[in-house]
């Protein structure tokens, strides 16, 4: 992409309204901007992280048998008053009336609707286990909107659920998506700690919350230093059943539900830290598909209602929290596998004609080989030029200037360490292809 035909609107001072920095950094770098209180329009740079992200999600989703389906964002009031929760769910929800009065809303979760498809389609256990899933725009009218797109009242999430025929499946397909966002986060290159959040009576232990550390998180959470050792952010491989009861063993709690009195954690091994949630995974049993009816013919021919799970990822929310892990004072640093390009060329002297020629010809080669590449020919300064890159933060930079030319090398900068190093042309494609 050329910078001088795309759309990055940055912006040089920090923006008064923007208390923590992923926020203070979307706006700058161009790739949000607000639209109503927790309302934004994604522009383009902020849009391609997002969507790499969720491809990310969606190749984990399906590695763990999970199928995506797209449900729509409003809703009749109808399910909702099937499942009880139309009343329960209270001011968060956006409820409107169409022009024949009858009563919907926009879903900020999609539980009824996804038993209702469920009860109308599934007759049998043969069926199951079953995990649909889809990624789609939520609305909560939140009481305080803030940090950005962090806590929307508009946001982007992946929301699973899950059935099965009785408490030992349910139990499979929950740890089944457990491994998955281990390794969805671990893919992003995020240290994500699985925190129990007790459900109450039923399910036990089978719902956890997954935080990243961060300190502009909203949670505080109290865990045992143990987990540390299974390096969150590299557990992308196959992961063990044992790696699975071992991390789920370990106490990690939030502070609500931490009682000092009774942990069972020396203090000495006793973190606290705080986290952003990105992440909830839910075994709630016959919580829905008991009052919706939702059932299938067992095996002995006689009815049973579906065990449920539900597996949420704030999609939206890790845009904030992966720059809030990767950023320095010039700007985001991104990782390579959501950046919105890998590579950004600066061509240092836009009215020479030679240099502006090596790096038209430099961009047709990249873009010939597939490496994604941003390039800043505006007619600008170095100075901006070199601000703007580092504020959008691009895992890589070359640089090309009349100095470096005329010794045939091209200097490559490594967003993240600051190292600098100069390639002849070949030997920067072949390292960056
Ligand atoms: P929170 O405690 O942050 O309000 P929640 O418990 O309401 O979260 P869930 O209903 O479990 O969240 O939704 C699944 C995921 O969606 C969360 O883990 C979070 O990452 C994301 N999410 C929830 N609310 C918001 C929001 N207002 N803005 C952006 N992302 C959100
Ligand atoms: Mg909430």
Redesign the pocket.
Same mark, same amino acid.
């Given at each position: 992409m050329r910078l001088s035909n795309y759309f990055i609107p940055t912006i040089k001072e920090n923006p008064a309204e923007a208390q923590i920095v992923s926020h203070r950094l979307m706006l700058r770098s161009g790739m949000i901007r607000q639209s109503s209180a927790g309302i934004y329009i994604w522009l383009p740079t902020g849009l391609r992280v997002m969507n790499k992200i969720a491809d990310i999600v969606r190749e984990e989703q399906g590695r763990a048998g999970a199928i995506e389906l797209l449900m729509p964002t409003i809703q009749p009031a109808e399910l909702w008053q099937q499942s009880g929760r139309y009343d329960a769910y209270g001011k968060e929800m956006l409820r409107i009336t169409d022009r024949s009065e009858r009563e919907m809303l926009y879903g900020p979760?999609n539980e009824e609707m996804i038993t209702d498809l469920f009860k109308n389609n599934v007759k049998t256990y043969k069926d199951l286990p079953l995990n649909l899933y889809h990624i789609q725009w939520k609305f909560?009218d !939140?009481v305080r909107?803030r940090f950005g797109?962090?806590?929307?009242?508009e946001?982007l999430?992946k929301d699973a659920y899950s059935f099965d025929l009785d408490f030992e499946g349910a139990k499979e397909s929950y740890n089944k998506m457990y491994v998955a966002y281990l390794r969805t986060f671990a893919r992003l290159g995020l240290v994500a700690i699985p925190v129990r959040a007790d459900a109450g009576a039923i399910g036990g232990d089978l719902s956890h919350?997954f935080q990243i550390l961060a300190e502009t998180g909203?949670s505080t959470l109290y865990y045992d230093k143990g987990i540390e050792s299974f390096e969150l952010a590299s557990l992308t491989g196959d992961i063990e059943s044992e790696t699975v009861s071992k991390l789920q063993s370990y106490y990690a709690m939030e502070e609500e539900k931490h009682d000092p009195e009774n942990c069972p954690v020396p203090a000495e091994n006793l973190r606290t830290a705080k986290g952003i !949630?990105?992440?909830?995974i839910f075994y709630f049993g016959k919580k829905y598909s008991e009052p919706m009816g939702a059932k299938v013919a067992g095996p002995d021919g006689k009815e049973v209602v579906v065990e449920m799970g539900s597996y949420?990822?704030?999609v939206?929310?890790l845009v904030g929290a992966l720059i809030e892990a990767n950023h320095d004072d010039k700007g985001i640093i991104w990782p390579e596998a959501v950046a919105p390009f890998k590579v950004g060329i600066i061509n240092l002297r836009a009215k020479d004609e030679a240099c502006t020629a090596a790096c038209d010809d430099l961009y047709q080669k990249m873009q010939d080989r597939g490496i994604e590449v941003l390039y800043d020919d505006r007619d600008a300064g170095p100075g901006a030029k070199f601000a703007d890159m580092d504020l959008i933060g691009l895992p890589w930079q070359v640089v090309v200037g009349p100095k470096g030319l005329e010794k045939g090398v091209y200097e490559l900068k490594n967003r993240r360490t600051d190292e600098r190093i100069e390639l002849g042309l070949e030997e920067l494609l072949n390292k960056l292809g």
């Open positions: 979760t909560r !939140e909107p797109i962090m806590r929307g009242r946001f999430m919350e909203e !949630e990105v992440g909830h949420g990822i704030g939206s929310r």
